[in-house]
């Protein structure tokens, strides 16, 4: 399954970031993140994992598999 790219740009654009922003929180190149956010490259789960930390959203709404933006809380341990 594929992240939504629409919603992934359209969250970022949300913030006032760029790709450059966003890469550097990735730890990654902006050349590198345009490829996730044009849907050229898939997204590492992990990297997936600091964006919606980051976001504050779910996992599940990144893919578009849920409109709802409210991350799940989080796992005792």
């Known amino acids: 399954m594929n992240i939504n790219i629409e919603r992934l740009k359209e969250i970022r654009q949300d913030k006032d970031l760029q790709q450059k922003d966003v890469a550097k ?5 902006q050349v590198q993140y345009s490829r996730y956010e044009r849907g050229i490259r898939s997204i590492p789960i992990e990297k997936l994992a600091v964006l919606a930390k980051y976001y504050d959203v779910s996992v599940d709404y990144l893919l578009g598999l849920t409109n709802e933006r409210k991350p799940y809380p989080k796992a005792r341990v």
Do not use: D, N, Y
């Not at 929180?25 to 190149?29: A, P, R």
């Open 25 to 29: 929180i990735l730890k990654t190149s």
